[in-house]
Every structure is written in C-alpha cells, then in structure tokens.
C-alpha cells in the first residue's frame, strides 16, 4: 500500500523501493506477483528499464508459483487481469516498438480477462486504463484510427466514472497528440478535442472549461490501483 500511495504521489523511485522491501517477506497468495508488478511499473516510469523489465518476469514467476487463494479477498488480491493491465503500462513506458506491441496484447489480454470475470471481480477503474493504453500503444505505432478505436469505450462512458488518475491520463495522452510527429492532422486534432471534451465533464463544477484541461478532478470514484 505504501508502494502504491508513493507511486500515485509521483514518488517512484521511492514506489519501486518499497516494492523490494516488501518482495523480501515471503507470503503466499498473489502479493509476490502483485509487489514485483509494482516495482516493474515504478522502474520503467524512471527509465529503469532493465530492472522494469526482470520484475516483470518476476512477476511472471510468482504468478506461475502461487498455490491456492489469497487469504483476504476483495482490493487485498491480485487477479492475473490486474496484472497484464500492469505490464501493458510498464511496458509502454519502457518504450520501443517490440515492447509497444508487448504491451497491446497484455492490455488486450487484462480488458478479455475482466470482461469474462464475475461482476465483483471487475474494475472500471483498470477497464479504463487498460482501454488507455491500448489506445496510446497505437498511437505510439502512428495508428491514429486505432487510437480513436481504443479511446471510444472511455470518452463514451460516464465522466462521474472517472477517477483521478484516468482523467490525468486523458490529459497527458491529448498533449502526446500535439506533438509535431502528427503534424497537426485532423484526426489528432479531433481526438484531442474530444479528450479535452470529456476532461472538462470529468472535472469539479467549480472549475473553469480551461483551468480543467490541466487539472484531473479531486473527486476519484474508484481509488487507482
């Protein structure tokens, strides 16, 4: 939990720190899996990528060594969907064409895996960020018709959906669509439109439709994972 809360107040040097700690207890269930996820995402977001990389693989590893459930179910467990939405966005961070494609088909894998899971085992949450980065990793190959593709399941779902950490993720993907690769093309400026569209419905009344665009809204409804 100290990994996670580090990690979503941009401490990630520190978030992949107590990763490790916590990797050297040895519990059972699907918290080796879970702690060695987090360190991969923490590590890539600071350009570590070899270690990003072995802790997904350790990841791997302790996914394939668990025997029998969790003791505490519910936010305490770690599904395997949970955790290919967690390497689809290390993966994206390590950067590459070989690892963007990697990261395409975890995140396929993580939105086939919660879709087909009981309704209390899904999360809008990751469905949503996992949709994101399906989204971001054609944008990244320069499919901009995939990424509108990708991107339809988030800007049509509610915006009172939308916790925190996904409206900073539609922020930051709507300014990578400003950059010069796209050269202004209509399609980057409609999908950048629409992001800033639904930014604004996601965020507080009180902000203004420009103050909005840079500020994600502080009422979360879903804490991000």
């Known amino acids: 939990m100290e990994?996670?809360?580090?990690?979503?107040?941009?401490?990630?040097?520190?978030?992949?720190?107590?990763?490790?700690?916590?990797?050297?207890?040895?519990?059972?269930?699907?918290?080796?899996?879970?702690?060695?996820?987090?360190?991969?995402?923490?590590?890539?977001?600071?350009?570590?990528?070899?270690?990003a990389l072995a802790a997904l693989t350790d990841a791997e590893?302790?996914?394939e060594a668990i025997s029998g459930r969790?003791?505490?179910?519910?936010?305490?467990?770690?599904?395997a969907a949970k955790q290919f939405a967690y390497a689809g966005t290390t993966l994206l961070a390590v950067g590459g064409q070989e690892h963007v494609h990697r990261a395409i088909v975890s995140a396929e894998t993580a939105i086939r895996l919660y879709r087909s899971a009981d309704g209390d085992d899904q999360s809008v949450g990751d469905l949503f960020a996992a949709h994101l980065d399906l989204a971001r990793g054609h944008m990244l190959l320069g499919d901009?018709?995939?990424?509108?593709?990708?991107?339809?399941?988030?800007?049509?779902?509610?915006?009172?959906?939308?916790?925190?950490?996904?409206?900073?993720?539609?922020t930051v993907l709507g300014r990578e669509l400003q950059g010069p690769q796209y050269g202004g093309a209509a399609q980057a400026v409609h999908l950048r439109e629409r992001l800033?569209?639904?930014?604004?419905?996601?965020?507080?009344?009180?902000?203004?439709?420009?103050?909005?665009?840079?500020?994600?809204?502080?009422?979360?409804?879903?804490?991000?994972?």
Request: net charge positive.
């Open 196 to 225: 800033q569209h639904t930014v604004v419905r996601a965020s507080l009344p009180s902000l203004t439709a420009s103050r909005a665009w840079e500020v994600p809204p502080a009422h979360p409804s879903e804490l991000p994972t």
């Open 70 to 79: 969790d003791e505490v179910l519910g936010v305490f467990d770690f599904p």
């Open 3 to 51: 990994s996670l809360i580090a990690y979503w107040t941009g401490r990630y040097e520190q978030a992949a720190r107590l990763a490790q700690t916590g990797r050297r207890h040895r519990a059972s269930g699907s918290i080796g899996a879970r702690l060695a996820s987090l360190e991969a995402r923490a590590l890539a977001i600071v350009g570590n990528s070899t270690g």
């Open 61 to 63: 590893r302790s996914r």
């Open 144 to 170: 901009l018709e995939g990424t509108e593709k990708m991107l339809g399941f988030v800007l049509q779902s509610a915006p009172e959906r939308m916790s925190a950490s996904i409206v900073r993720r539609l």
